[in-house]
């Protein structure tokens, strides 16, 4: 049984960084797929960006490329999301999700991950 582990989140001022971690177990390949996504107070959830395992691709949606970077720890099964220069419409809740496979498509799709954490609060103030 997968499971998802988020921690990292917290408040902070515009400009400045965090490092969100996720931590999953019981991955039936040797790691999982995983994607992050947010739900932002008056919107939808919406995808933030994608690990694909089995070759190291990142993928960001346009909103946060060139501020958030996803890097792995394999020896921890740990993913992690870099994220700097915060702005204020990055506050919101942040879920690791994981797939039950090593590769995923796009790596944005909710369908491909199943497994969900629990979530880390990320505020940002002006």
């Known amino acids: 049984q997968v499971q998802v582990a988020e921690s990292g989140g917290g408040l902070v001022q515009t400009g400045e960084s965090l490092r969100l971690s996720c931590v999953i177990s019981?991955?039936?390949?040797?790691?999982?797929?995983r994607a992050w996504f947010r739900r932002v107070p008056g919107k939808r959830r919406e995808w933030v960006a994608g690990?694909?395992?089995?070759?190291?691709?990142?993928y960001y949606d346009i909103s946060v490329k060139g501020r958030f970077t996803i890097s792995r720890d394999p020896a921890n099964n740990a993913v992690y999301l870099q994220m700097t220069n915060l702005r204020p419409d990055d506050t919101g809740v942040y879920f690791c999700?994981?797939?039950?496979?090593?590769?995923?498509?796009?790596?944005?799709?909710?369908?491909?991950?199943?497994?969900w954490g629990q979530g880390t609060q990320v505020t940002v103030s002006t």
């Open positions: 019981g991955c039936p390949t040797g790691g999982c797929a």
């Open positions: 690990f694909n395992w089995s070759n190291g691709r990142t």
């Open positions: 999700a994981a797939s039950n496979r090593d590769y995923c498509g796009d790596c944005m799709e909710s369908w491909e991950f199943p497994n």
